[in-house]
C-alpha cells in the first residue's frame, strides 16, 4: 500500500488543498463555464470588448395621462449617440404635436424640424421653426424611433421615423429636428402641445452606446 | 391656463418625480402643408408635356 503521507508533498497537491490559489482560465474546462455561474449583476455591457446599446431610461406613464415626460442625468457627448423608441396615444379630443426639447430650451423658435408624410396616396411635407417630431391625432396612436446625434459642427440633430396610427390607417411619417444652440444634451424633455397628451401605458426608452 | 403633470426621472439616480406645472395649451392646429397626389402628379406632367414644357 502507498503511503500517502510520505509522498513528496508536490505544487500539484498544494493545488489540491489551498483552494485560496487562483487558477489560469486555461486550467478550465469549456464545459465547466456555464451563465448559470455567473450573477445576472455581473453581467454589464462594461464587460464587453465591443459596444452595444444599453437602456438608460424605461418610463411608463402610469394613474393618470401627462403632458411632459423629462429625462435628466443625460451626457450626449459621453454617451456618443442616443437611441430614442417613445409609444404614445393621444386621448385627449384634440391632435397635438409631440416636441422634443434639450437641456430646458422649451422656446419653439430655437428649433426647425422638416418632415415627410405619407397616408395612402396622398404626400405632404414641410420645413416648420419648432420642434415637433411626431403629430398624433386624438385618440390614436404613434410609434417612433429615433437617433440622436449632434453633427459635426456641434448641432444635436433628432431623426425620427414615425409610424402614424395602425391599421388600415397605417401612415409613415419621417420628421428631422434640429436645435440651433451647438451644445452637449444634458435633458431631454417629450413635450405634448396639448394638455395630457400622454396617455397612461404610453412608454419612453432611452438607449444610450455602452463604450 | 391649467395645471398639467409633467413625469420626470433621472437616469442617474433613476429617481421618479410628478410634478405639477402650469401650462398653456397651444391652439389646435392642422399643420401646413402641401398635399401632392399622386394621380395629380401624372396628370401635371401630361399637361407639361403638351404645353412642350419637357
Redesign the interface.
Given at each position: 500500500m502507498v503511503n500517502l503521507l510520505s509522498s513528496t508533498f508536490s505544487r500539484k497537491h498544494a493545488d489540491l488543498i489551498d483552494v485560496s490559489t487562483p487558477h489560469a482560465t486555461a486550467d478550465i474546462a469549456d464545459s465547466a463555464i456555464t451563465t448559470a455561474k455567473i450573477a445576472d449583476s455581473a453581467v454589464t455591457p462594461a464587460k464587453l470588448s465591443f459596444g452595444c446599446w444599453e437602456k438608460?431610461?424605461d418610463?411608463t406613464?402610469e394613474g393618470?395621462?401627462?403632458?411632459?415626460?423629462?429625462?435628466?442625468?443625460?451626457d450626449l457627448d459621453t454617451h456618443r449617440a442616443y437611441m430614442i423608441i417613445f409609444k404614445v396615444k393621444n386621448p385627449t379630443a384634440?391632435?397635438?404635436?409631440m416636441h422634443i426639447f434639450f437641456n430646458d430650451d422649451t422656446n419653439d423658435a430655437n428649433y426647425y424640424q422638416q418632415y415627410l408624410?405619407v397616408s395612402g396616396?396622398?404626400?405632404?411635407?414641410?420645413r416648420?421653426n419648432n420642434s415637433?417630431f411626431t403629430?398624433v391625432i386624438n385618440g390614436k396612436e404613434n410609434n417612433t424611433w429615433g437617433l440622436l446625434t449632434r453633427g459635426p459642427t456641434g448641432i444635436p440633430k433628432f431623426h425620427a421615423l414615425n409610424i402614424r396610427e395602425g391599421g388600415s390607417t397605417v401612415s409613415i411619417e419621417i420628421r428631422h429636428v434640429s436645435w440651433t444652440t451647438s451644445a452637449n444634451v444634458t435633458k431631454i424633455q417629450i413635450h405634448s402641445?396639448?394638455?395630457?397628451a400622454i396617455s397612461v401605458g404610453s412608454n419612453l426608452m432611452?438607449f444610450k452606446v455602452s463604450k | 391656463m391649467v395645471m398639467v403633470k409633467q413625469l420626470l426621472y433621472n437616469v442617474r439616480t433613476k429617481e421618479v418625480k410628478i410634478k405639477e406645472v402650469e401650462f398653456t395649451p397651444e391652439k389646435e392646429t392642422v399643420e401646413p402643408r402641401i398635399i401632392l397626389k399622386l394621380e395629380d402628379l401624372a396628370k401635371l406632367i401630361e399637361y407639361a408635356k403638351k404645353a412642350r414644357w419637357i
Open positions: 438608460v431610461a418610463i406613464v393618470s395621462a401627462v403632458t411632459d415626460i423629462v429625462v435628466d442625468g443625460l384634440n391632435s397635438s404635436g408624410y396616396t396622398d404626400i405632404s411635407a414641410n416648420a415637433i403629430w402641445d396639448q394638455a395630457d432611452i | -
